[in-house]
């Protein structure tokens, strides 16, 4: 059974930063597809940065230069270290796993395993 936990939200000042850990569990191979979306209240939910099977990178303009995805495979570990935080970077931050084929930031349909969640407030 796959299963993602998220965990370091918390609050913050702007200009501040934070590391956000995604521990996945389940997987017969742990070099999967994986992203960080987040959900503010009332807006879809969007991606925000990706690391390929290949260890490739790749972010959303919004975060890009702020955001940094990672990972530890010998941990089974996802990482999003944030830094020049904003307000409007305040969501519920969640990670995702992709099966296989498409793991397009755009879509998060092409995701198949989710966590819970980790809230990140962000002040002015």
């Known amino acids: 059974q796959v299963q993602l936990v998220e965990s370091g939200g918390g609050s913050v000042q702007t200009g501040g930063s934070l590391r956000l850990s995604c521990a996945a569990s389940?997987?017969?191979?742990?070099?999967?597809?994986m992203g960080w979306f987040r959900q503010a209240p009332g807006k879809e939910r969007e991606g925000v940065a990706k690391i390929t099977s290949g260890d490739n990178t790749y972010y959303a303009d919004t975060v890009k230069g702020r955001f940094t995805i990672s990972r530890d495979n010998a941990k089974n570990t996802l990482y999003l270290e944030m830094s020049s935080l904003k307000p409007e970077d305040t969501a519920m931050y969640y990670c995702g796993a992709s099966r296989a084929g498409l793991c397009r930031l755009s879509v998060p349909s092409d995701f198949d395993y989710w966590g819970q969640g980790t809230q990140v407030t962000v002040s002015s």
């Open positions: 389940g997987f017969a191979d742990s070099r999967k597809c």
